[in-house]
């Protein structure tokens, strides 16, 4: 029970069970007045009840902080345009080249014919639909000087007029390897269908015995 001074009125709690006998005489502690007090039967003097203490929540775990990405801001039109047309034209560019100039492709990238070849872009090769004909040498001697005459004849096995290309011809000795090469000029720019042209050679003291004459089409002289 609450038990208060009437002269300070400092309070105090106290057992009811001093006074179950009856009133009695009390000192106030703080400034010694005494009285004589009795149990109090006001429920408002009951001393409050304590309230049950709820453990404290545990702190919570610090927040990550969190990255909010900043909203782009959209190119220009023109910016976008700009750049779609300068796309266009690279690759517009980079294909005319690799058809126009797909012969010098295919020969720093040999593996680009069948490519070309399968999208239907043909790959020139030097005589292609042209033949050799009633090729033969002879070894002659004139002014005390060996000479060595090729002749045969170039034959357009197309239907179409076809240029004719520079030739490589190579002597084969008796070991089967090559002992002179050397280049004969075409004996005229265009081939019609056909057509045969004759062509002829001839080297001044050729070197050892030639046994063989071998003759390939080069790349075609520029016009």
């Not at 009795?38 to 610090?62: F, H």
């Not at 239907?159 to 011809?169: G, H, K, S, V």
């Not at 081939?191 to 062509?199: D, Y």
């Amino acid at each position: 029970m609450i038990l208060a001074c009437p002269l300070c009125h400092a309070r105090f709690l106290v057992s009811a069970s001093l006074f179950a006998a009856g009133p009695r005489q009390v000192h106030c502690a703080h400034c010694r007045h005494g009285w004589r007090a009795e149990a109090s039967s006001d429920p408002a003097e009951a001393p409050p009840p304590v309230a049950a203490r709820t453990p404290d929540p545990e702190p919570a775990a610090p927040a990550k902080p969190q990255t909010i990405p900043l909203p782009e801001e959209p190119l220009p039109s023109w910016l976008r345009w700009s750049i779609r047309i300068g796309a266009a034209v690279i690759l517009g560019v980079l294909f005319l080249g690799l058809v126009f100039g797909r012969q010098q492709a295919a020969k720093m990238w040999p593996f680009t014919e069948g490519v070309y070849n399968k999208i239907g872009l043909h790959i020139y090769h030097a005589g292609e639909g042209l033949g050799f004909e009633q090729v033969r040498s002879e070894l002659r001697y004139n002014g005390g000087i060996t000479q060595l005459i090729i002749e045969g004849g170039i034959h357009n096995e197309t239907r179409n007029t076809q240029q004719i290309p520079d030739i490589l011809a190579s002597a084969v000795g008796p070991d089967g390897k090559i002992m002179q090469s050397w280049q004969i000029d075409a004996p005229a720019a265009r081939v019609f269908a056909g057509e045969t042209l004759r062509f002829r050679s001839t080297i001044n003291a050729p070197r050892g015995t030639v046994t063989e004459i071998n003759l390939v089409f080069i790349e075609p002289k520029n016009e």
